[in-house]
T-cell receptor, first 113, second 112 residues
Framework: NAGVTQTPKFRILKIGQSMTLQCAQDMNHNYMYWYRQDPGMGLKLIYYSVGAGITDKGEVPNGYNVSRSTTEDFPLRLELAAPSQTSVYFC????????????FGQGTRLTVV | GDSVTQMEGPVTLSEEAFLTINCTYTATGYPSLFWYVQYPGEGLQLLLKATKADDKGSNKGFEATYRKETTSFHLEKGSVQVSDSAVYFCALGGGATNKLIFGTGTLLAVQP
C-alpha cells in the first residue's frame, strides 16, 4: 500500500520559475491538504480539498494554486517562485473528515535561489 | 477561527524522565484532537487521537486526555527513551471545520 506519494523529493528553482509539486494517494480519501513547514516552524495550511472538484484556501495560499480533478491527485502549482517559498512541503489525506487520521507524504524540499 | 497552541521547545530530558508537552485549543463545535510525531527527515505520523471529551488516547507509552473544560490535550509519557527524540505536533480536525489545524510543534531531545 503506497499511501501518499509526493514527487519530487528535492528541487532547486530559480526566482520566477514555475513548478508543480505532485501528490497522489491510493486510499480513496476525500480530504487532501497541502502544508508548508519552514525551518524550526510548525505546519501552515496552504490549500485543502474536501473532494474532487472542490478546493479552498488555507492560512497561506498566496503564490500557490491547486486543482483536484480526481480523487487520487492533488497537485500544488507555484507560478512565479520567490525565495520566501523556500520550505518543505507536505501533502496529506484523510478519509471521511478532518477528524479522521491523516496520512502524510515524505515531503518535498524546495529551495528558491 | 479554530487554533492550536502548544508549548515552545526545545524540551531536553534525560532518559527515563517524565514528559509533559502542553497543548490547548480553540474550536467551534467538537473536533477530534491528535498528536502527531515527526522523526528527522520524515513526514508526520499519527501518535494518538481522541474524538470526544474525556476520551484518552494512548500509544507507545504516550497518553493524552481530551479535556473540554480546560480546552486542553496535554501529551504525557512516564519514562522517555532516546528513540522518542522527535518533533511533536498537536492538532485538531473535524467538528465545525473542514481543516486539519496544527500547532507549531515541540522539539523533544532525550539524552542518554
Amino acid at each position: 500500500n503506497a499511501g501518499v506519494t509526493q514527487t519530487p523529493k528535492f528541487r532547486i528553482l530559480k526566482i520566477g520559475q514555475s513548478m508543480t509539486l505532485q501528490c497522489a494517494q491510493d486510499m480513496n480519501h476525500n480530504y487532501m491538504y497541502w502544508y508548508r513547514q519552514d525551518p524550526g516552524m510548525g505546519l501552515k495550511l496552504i490549500y485543502y480539498s474536501v473532494g474532487a472538484g472542490i478546493t479552498d484556501k488555507g492560512e497561506v495560499p498566496n503564490g500557490y494554486n491547486v486543482s483536484r480533478s480526481t480523487t487520487e491527485d492533488f497537485p500544488l502549482r507555484l507560478e512565479l517562485a520567490a525565495p520566501s517559498q523556500t520550505s518543505v512541503y507536505f501533502c496529506a489525506s484523510s478519509d471521511t473528515s478532518p477528524g479522521a487520521r491523516a496520512f502524510f507524504g515524505q515531503g518535498t524540499r524546495l529551495t528558491v535561489v | 477561527g479554530d487554533s492550536v497552541t502548544q508549548m515552545e521547545g526545545p524540551v531536553t530530558l534525560s532518559e527515563e524522565a517524565f514528559l509533559t508537552i502542553n497543548c490547548t485549543y480553540t474550536a467551534t463545535g467538537y473536533p477530534s484532537l491528535f498528536w502527531y510525531v515527526q522523526y528527522p527527515g520524515e513526514g508526520l505520523q499519527l501518535l494518538l487521537k481522541a474524538t470526544k471529551a474525556d476520551d484518552k488516547g494512548s500509544n507507545k507509552g504516550f497518553e493524552a486526555t481530551y479535556r473540554k473544560e480546560t480546552t486542553s490535550f496535554h501529551l504525557e509519557k512516564g519514562s522517555v527513551q532516546v528513540s522518542d527524540s522527535a518533533v511533536y505536533f498537536c492538532a485538531l480536525g473535524g467538528g465545525a471545520t473542514n481543516k486539519l489545524i496544527f500547532g507549531t510543534g515541540t522539539l523533544l531531545a532525550v539524552q542518554p
